[in-house]
């Protein structure tokens, strides 16, 4: 082999080996086509000549939500099924509100790091990293706090009046994985004796779990 095949070789293997989707923009915009049958990863362009300023518009956080609900907390999504033009960014946001006493149940963003930034009121947040180690702290108004990626997380409101906080995430869909809902509305179910086992509890008190957080038709 000579030196130049040799050398085409070790650049090509280079080259292949550190390859992958790349991040960035191949043009000014890709704003997403959400109606489109196409399946890939994140969603496909609309034609330009039909996007318009809406596609990079939302209104959803003008005004506080209303959390009536079991856990006292509501999310709205500024993510790209809400804002198109988020398409192929790596960004969005969200916003939550609270009731007093409300949570947002411990829960994981498997595709970004967050950052939260408190709007009105006083919350306890934490993360646990994979040691089981609880990293916690109480925020207030005009602060903000950062879950890694990936890492199981909550909030909770201590205060006495509603509470809220504006959410960013490095991802266009971050996804969200409710730990209690994943493992307990799971469909198809996961078995009684698996959720026993792992919880060390009978599975008389799994299956009350399972009616209680099982979706609502």
């Known amino acids: 082999m000579g030196a130049f095949q040799f050398l085409f070789l070790i650049t090509f293997a280079l080259v292949f080996s550190s ?8 043009q000014d915009i890709c704003v997403a086509d959400l109606s489109s049958g196409v399946k890939m990863n994140g969603f496909p362009c609309k034609n330009p000549s039909t996007i318009g ?3 990079f518009f939302f209104a959803g956080f003008a005004q506080p939500s209303i959390p009536n609900n079991t856990v006292g907390s509501l999310v709205t999504a500024a993510n790209v099924e809400k804002i198109p033009g ?3 960014l790596g960004v969005s946001m969200s916003r939550i509100d609270y009731a ?3 949570v947002n149940p411990p829960h994981t963003h498997p595709r970004a790091t967050e950052m939260v930034f408190v709007l009105e009121g006083q919350l306890e947040v934490g ?4 040691s089981n180690k609880l990293i916690s702290k109480v925020i207030k108004k005009g602060e903000i706090f950062v879950f890694p990626k990936g890492l199981v997380h909550f909030q909770k409101n201590i205060g006495w009046t509603p509470a809220a906080v504006i959410t960013a995430f490095n991802s266009q869909f971050p ?3 409710s730990i209690a809902a994943t493992l307990f509305a799971a469909s198809p179910t996961i078995l009684n004796d698996v959720l026993s086992k792992a919880f060390q509890i009978n599975t008389s008190e799994v299956e009350k779990i399972k009616l209680k957080l099982k979706p609502k038709k």
């Open 19 to 26: 390859s992958h989707a790349d991040p960035d923009l191949l």
């Open 53 to 55: 300023a809406d596609d």
């Open 86 to 88: 988020l398409n192929t």
């Open 100 to 102: 007093p006493g409300g």
């Open 127 to 130: 993360f646990l990293t994979t």
């Open 175 to 177: 996804g969200t994985q």
